[in-house]
Nanobody, 115 residues
């Protein structure tokens, strides 16, 4: 079992920055991919960014503005968000996927960007 706990998020004005953290615990050695998804009201979940092995992937809408990083010693993944836009408003979820294909999700953290 893997547990994921997000922190960070909140309210920020457009153009501002926020950082999210996702602390993993449990059988973290089973994780192959870890990253962030988001879901805005009335919209489908979308990939924000993830790390698969040593490769990073970003959703098209956040490329150049968001940066994902990982501290393996702390089993923590970070998402640095800059140049935030109102359309970035969503609940952000941390997701870990194991080598066997199991998905684990955090509880989610709200990010709200005001115009």
């Amino acid at each position: 079992q893997v547990q994921l706990v997000e922190s960070g998020g909140g309210l920020v004005q457009a153009g501002g920055s926020l950082s999210l953290s996702c602390a993993a615990s449990g059988t973290t050695f089973t994780i192959k991919a870890i990253g962030w998804y988001r879901q805005a009201p009335g919209k489908e979940p979308e990939l924000v960014a993830d790390i698969v092995d040593d490769s990073t992937n970003y959703g098209d809408s956040v490329k150049g503005r968001f940066t994902i990083s990982r501290d393996t010693a702390k089993d923590t993944v970070y998402l640095q968000m800059t140049g935030l836009k109102p359309e970035d408003t969503a609940v952000y979820y941390c997701r870990g996927r194991t080598f066997s294909g199991l998905n684990y999700w955090g509880q989610g953290t709200q990010v709200t960007v005001s115009s």
